[in-house]
């Protein structure tokens, strides 16, 4: 099958008429204006521009036959290493999307993640990549009757200063909405978060919030799930309704959020068919104890929780409460059906 291709680059090197364009400022400028198609907020580059360097290139390319977009910004400057670019990526084919799940979550999907702010339909992966997934109306169902969606990946660089307020999240939500007309999808428009936040790292430790305090949060059940007073119990929120993953993640410790005596109980949901591997054996495919499934805008959805063996007060009964209350309330926040708990 013969595919298109169509690649457009912007090199550093601007020819320009006349002195004006010639000046470093004016052809930096030139290429901000010009990087993803025209798509990114100037100041949100410039926030990410490491100190004493200067965008040097933006590349972007669409590739029709795989349902792909992708642009690349890379750095110049004195001391400033390879690893110095800003790579954004979005995918409509159901089989990349599976590719990058099993990356992200390789075993049984407790692997590190973060949430991004307000109802950002995405998660921060374990690399500190900005994840996005969001349906696609213009393109229709896939050969199983589910619908389409896109797939946006934001992965900085290690010397890309992620602590820029706002930068990181303003860059990936435009090129998001770009991409999505790009390749078609006709997904509705993602707004950015209202604050100016630094970008979190996915091996950050959840903002925790006392149990008390959770009634306004993703995690609010844990206000119902009878814990024993004298834990000192917080919650650390890794998740929003529209991310097709996050976590709930309960910790007995001080005041800072810092366990006292490692007692931590911690629960996942996904959302997705591709999401069904991790909670079912390998040989068989049957669902592991301690799971739950439901389904969810037509596709799989699954459940599952982890925890200290030994915690004073809470005893397999109340593990397996909580695991109830977490899960109903997300198959009732979400909209779910079919929910089935795993023994």
């Known amino acids: 099958m013969r595919r298109w291709v169509k690649v457009s680059v912007v090199a550093a090197a601007v020819l320009g008429v006349g002195g004006y364009l010639a000046a470093p400022s004016a052809q930096e400028w030139l290429l901000v204006r010009q990087a993803c198609d025209g798509a990114l907020p100037r100041d949100a580059v410039k926030g990410l521009t490491p100190e004493d360097a200067d965008l040097e290139s933006a590349e972007s390319k669409r590739t029709e036959a795989l349902g792909s977009y992708s642009c690349t910004l890379t750095f110049e400057g004195e001391g400033i290493s390879r690893d110095r670019t800003v790579a954004l990526s979005a995918y409509t084919r159901r089989d990349d999307q599976d590719r990058a799940f099993m990356a992200i979550f390789p075993q049984e999907g407790f692997d590190s993640q973060a949430a991004l702010p307000g109802d950002l339909p995405g998660f921060i992966d374990q690399y500190d990549a900005i994840r996005f997934v969001v349906p696609c109306p ?7 009757g589910r619908g389409r969606k896109l797939m946006v990946r934001a992965s900085l660089g290690r010397e890309i200063p992620t602590e820029a307020p706002g930068a990181a999240y303003r860059t990936a939500v435009a090129f998001a909405n770009s991409a999505s007309d790009k390749v078609g999808c006709g997904a509705e ?8 936040l630094p970008l979190t790292g996915a091996a950050d430790d959840l903002p925790t ?14 206000s119902r799930a009878g814990l024993p007073e004298s834990g000192d119990w917080r919650i650390g929120v890794g998740a929003n309704s529209a991310a097709p993953t996050g976590r709930c993640e309960l910790t007995s410790g001080n005041d800072d959020g810092s366990p006292r005596d490692g007692s931590v109980l911690t629960f996942v949901s996904w959302y997705g068919d591709w999401s069904s591997r991790l909670t079912a054996y390998d040989n068989d495919g049957r669902p592991r104890p301690g ?4 389904r969810c805008d037509g596709e799989a959805a699954n459940y599952a929780f982890a925890g200290s063996p030994d915690i004073p007060g ?4 109340a593990k397996e409460r909580m695991f109830e209350e977490f899960t109903r309330d997300e198959v009732r926040r979400r909209g779910c059906s079919d929910l089935r708990f795993h023994s």
């Open 189 to 196: 428009t993602i707004e950015p978060p209202k604050k100016d």
């Open 209 to 222: 919030v006392p149990v008390a305090e959770a009634a306004d949060t993703a995690c609010a059940w844990v």
């Open 291 to 294: 799971t739950a499934s439901a």
């Open 138 to 144: 213009d393109l229709g169902k896939d050969g199983q």
């Open 314 to 317: 809470v005893g397999a009964a």
